[in-house]
Structures are given as C-alpha cells and as structure tokens.
C-alpha cells in the first residue's frame, strides 16, 4: 500500500507542476491576449526603460522594464507593463528585443504607441502579441510533466493493489506469498487498459479544449501560427479512437481469463494454461500465437525500461467449451533449468515472466492481450496438457507455420552460381514516422520567432528525421556463394561499403539483437543472424528475425546453403 501512496504522491507533484505552470503561463496569457484584441493604439511617452538581470548558477534571466504615460479621453495615466509573461526569463531573446526596442524609442525622443483597454483606461501594455516561445515553453511542461503525471495517476488508482508480502506464508512456496498470486487464473490487461485510456482521453480533452478555443479565435483574427496548438485537440481524438477500438475488443471477447497449468508455471518442467474467449460465435480464429518471455525491468532515469532475457512463441490448440472457445498451450523448459525465477509482481528492478496473445478472428479483426507478472518457480512440474493429441496437432501445425515464414522472410534466389537474399528498403514505417516527426520539429522552429527555438528545434529534428528516414531507406542484399558471403548495404538504392566473409574463413552464424518495439507491456525483440569469420570477418546475413525459434530456423535454413 505503501507503493501506491508514493506513486500517487509522486505523479501527483508531476500532474500539478505540468497543469499548473500551463494555467498560469499559458491560459493567463492566451486569455490576455485575446482580450487586448479590443484594446486602442494610444499615443504614449517613455519615462524610463532598463534590461534587469538575475545570475544564477548556470544561467541569466532577464526582464525588460519600462515605465510611460499616456492621454486617453483627456485624463493622463501612467503604467509599467511591457508584456503580459511577467518576471524574469531566457526564453528566446524577447526580453533583450524588447530593451533594444525600447532603447532606439527613446532615442528617437520617446514617442510611441500602447495599447489601452477602453473600459479600464488605467489598464495599458506595449506589446499585446502572444509570445508563442513562452506558450511552447508553457505547453512543453503541460505535455510532459502534465501527461506524465495524469497517465501515472490514472494508472496508479486504476492499479491500486497491494503488492506486499503475505504475513506467515510458505517460505518453500514463495508464490504463496502475494495475494495476486493465490490462485492459478489471472485476468488479461484489456479491461484495465481500456479504461485507464478512456481516463486519459477525458483528462487530456478537458485540457486542450481551451488550446482549441482560443486556436480557432487566434486563427480567425488572421494569426496562423497557433494552428501549432491544432495538435493538441487533435491528439486528443486519436486517444478517443484508441479507447474505442480497445472497448470493442473487449466486448467481442470478454476478459479472456488465463488458467496456468501447472500453476505455478515450471522452470525445469513446463509452463502452459487455457485462455477462454466467452463469445463462441465469432467461429475459430483464422491465426493465434501465445508468446513467453522472460524480462528485466529496471529504472532508467524517470522511465522503467526492460530487456528480453528469454523469449518462445508457439501456435495453440483450440477447442469449443461451454462458455465459448479454450485456446490451450504448453511450453517445455525441461533444458531451461538456468532460466531467473519470477520475482515479486511489479517489482523494479526486477525479473518478471508474462504471456503474449495474439489472433486474427474469423472476422478478419485482430486482437492482443498480455498477461503480466506470472509466477513461474524452478518446481519441475509437468502440464495436464502435456501430450494431448491436439498439443501436439498443434506443435506440428507451429513448425510448419515457422517454416513457411522462415521460407517468406529468406526468400533465396539462386544468381550466377550461387543465391541470394534481400530485404528491400521502405520496409520501415516507423521510420517514417519519425522523419515526419522530425520534419515537425524543423518548421515549428522556423516559424517560431525566437532565435534559440530557430536553432534548437530544427537541430532536433533534424537528426530525429534524418536517421528516421535512413531507418526507412535502409536495404540489404545478400550473397551466399562458393566464394563466400558478401552483405551489401544500400541506402534509397545508394549501394553503401559491402562487407564480405570468405569460405574458407566462415567458423559460424551468430544472433545478435538488433532492436525491439514496446506497445503497452508488449515487446517484440528482434534479432540479425551475422556471420563471423575466422580472421575478424562480420556480415549481416538476416534481419527481422522475432524470435529464437525464428532465429534457429532461418540459421539451420542459412547453412543449407552455405556448404563451404
């Protein structure tokens, strides 16, 4: 219990921060700003000006001061705002523009305008504009101490369960000590997920709906650059449209409950269950995978990161039931025995075992559950469904799947006396992604009028965008002949420095992890097969591997060819 206070404590502070800074910086100047759209250009005269400095440790903030009077309806009222962002600040250069604006009008013998508010003439201000880095600045904190803390929150609550130890339980059953792990059923993520969603959508919508507002003013008075903030709404219609589609699933389906058999799962022995979908007339999936793995999670500044330690994917059995369609799987770790051991439900850091599921329905539609923080010890217990006829239906119907992939994924082509394989370049989409997100970030900064953004923002994204789109244009194209293996590299078809591992050098094929892509507590790791000469010699061979089994079997495919 302790762990959700402090949880609650924590994102908490970051929420308020995040919300807080944005009311008082963002919506105070936006509402401001707009106000003064009203206001009346006044002749005014400058008394005195200065540029203020604050020296901090690493930094200098400054303000720029002035002081004037002005005539408006025959009375003379005097007034000291420059801007509508008060106190000291280095965002951009603004407040050193302003002091040498101010400098070359005095001058020029101090003459100039202001804008006054017609109802309350004593209410006057040099520049009425909106100072859009601050606004960014402002917007910066609401999307990343704001989003960080409602998302942390939200699950927080939505999680709240304690994770302590069970006084006086089984030292020789340590699965017996927390209550999440007392019985061998465990619930899919998707109720959980859909909801924590749909909060996040709520809370997002309410925040940015004042961006949308004022946006839609700011754009109509001919002010095109807020239609920057346009993201922020339309952000929030994505989170709306992933809320649905992951009710819908939900409904389709139901909670998909898991029943470990052996409970607890068994290093040394094995580790399988039943998954129930409720709705028995949906008819037979078209495709399903259950995926095992093993993780480390740790800390990694504020962010908790994972790596794969283990990881087996395999077809399960299906049979219709009473109260709908029971997927059954089972995973032998008989030689697994130096596999880690489950450590206590969400502990960071830590080791924790998860299940992976996945199908395509009759429909076409697909789905994804997981199912985290499975308890699996070293008891070498054996499964119920061990060697039933449609286990082993299905382990064969896995290979033959496996290979029919292995032989997509290596499509070798027999070339001038030996073969070859590619893998063609604009494979990559995330890739993509990331040049289009980068590219973002290159215009905003242009537009934006402030030197530091000009410089800081498209210096960004343009490395973000630029190895997006190298990711994206990436191709290999490999050689397997009686002289060896050449692997060529090519970049939007630019042919890079190949690299090649003679015949009589090739000792073998390596695995090496190349990269992995996380969705929600889903992660995919994926792997190369790189062939390593005698003298030093590296070769890609194979890429975009998933998984070990996928790895095994593109290695024994590779060496079929490879008869040096």
Not at 89 to 111: F, K, P, T, V
Not at 358 to 385: C, H, M, N
Request: proline share 4%.
């Amino acid at each position: 219990m302790k762990g959700n206070w402090l949880g609650v404590l924590f994102f908490g502070i970051f929420a308020a921060a995040g919300i807080g800074i944005f009311l008082i910086q963002g919506v105070s100047m936006i509402s401001q700003s707009m106000a003064a759209k009203s206001w009346v250009e006044t002749p005014a005269v400058l008394s005195s000006h200065s540029l203020a400095q604050q020296r901090g440790e690493d930094s200098t903030t400054y303000q720029a001061r002035a002081e004037y009077s002005y005539l408006f309806n025959g009375q003379t009222y005097h007034s000291d705002r420059v801007h509508w962002s008060t106190g000291y600040d280095n965002i951009g250069s603004y407040q050193q523009d302003m002091a040498e604006r101010l400098a070359q009008i005095s001058n020029q013998g101090g003459s100039f305008t202001v804008w006054v508010n017609p109802d309350q003439p004593s209410e006057a201000v040099i520049d009425r504009a909106l100072r859009w880095s601050m606004l960014m600045f402002a917007s910066a904190f609401l999307v990343m101490f704001g989003g960080v803390g409602v998302g942390g929150l939200v699950y927080t609550l939505m999680n709240w369960r304690s994770r302590e130890p069970i006084q006086g339980a089984s030292i020789e059953q340590p699965w017996q000590q927390y209550k999440e792990w007392n019985q061998p059923s465990r619930i899919s993520n998707s109720k959980l997920g859909a909801r924590a969603m749909l909060a996040f959508a709520v809370m997002w919508n309410a925040i940015s709906s004042f961006a949308l507002v004022m946006s839609i003013k700011a754009i109509s008075d001919g002010d095109y650059l807020a239609l920057i903030f346009l993201a922020f709404p339309a952000v929030g219609v994505l989170l709306v449209y992933l809320w649905y589609r992951m009710h819908r699933s939900y409904q389709r389906t139901g909670p998909m409950p898991l029943t470990m058999d052996p409970f607890p799962g068994s290093i040394g022995g094995q580790t399988g269950g039943h998954i129930v979908l409720s709705n028995s007339s949906m008819g037979r999936p078209q495709q399903s995978a259950v995926i095992l793995q093993c993780v480390r999670r740790y800390r990694s500044g504020k962010h908790t990161q994972q790596t794969m330690i283990w990881q087996r994917r395999m077809i399960p059995a299906w049979q219709s039931t009473g109260s709908g369609l029971q997927a059954s799987f089972c995973f032998d770790l008989d030689d697994e025995a130096d596999l880690p051991i489950s450590e206590a439900p969400g502990k960071i850091p830590g080791i924790a075992w998860r299940l992976q599921f996945e199908a395509t329905l009759a429909d076409g539609q697909e789905i994804s559950r997981e199912y985290v923080d499975l308890p699996v010890f070293r008891t070498g217990e054996k499964s119920s469904i061990r060697d039933p006829e449609a286990h082993q239906a299905t382990s064969t119907a896995s290979l033959v799947a496996l290979d029919q992939r292995i032989k997509t994924v290596l499509d070798l082509v027999p070339v001038n006396g030996g073969h070859q394989l590619s893998y063609p370049a604009y494979t990559h989409w995330a890739g993509l992604v990331m040049g289009a997100i980068g590219l973002v970030f290159v215009v905003i900064g242009l537009l934006i009028p402030e030197l530091v953004f000009n410089i800081v923002f498209p210096l960004i994204g343009g490395i973000v965008g630029l190895a997006g789109l190298a990711w994206f244009g990436s191709g290999l194209i490999v050689r397997i002949g009686p002289e060896g293996i050449t692997s060529n590299r090519t970049l939007f078809g630019i042919s890079l420095k190949p690299k090649f591992v003679p015949s009589y050098s090739f000792e073998e094929l390596v695995e090496r992890k190349s990269h992995s892509s996380t969705s929600g507590n889903k992660t995919t790791q994926y792997y190369t097969l790189v062939a390593h000469g005698r003298q030093g010699e590296r070769a890609d061979v194979a890429r975009d591997l998933k998984s070990i089994e996928e790895v095994e079997a593109a290695r024994k495919r590779l060496l079929e060819f490879m008869k040096f």
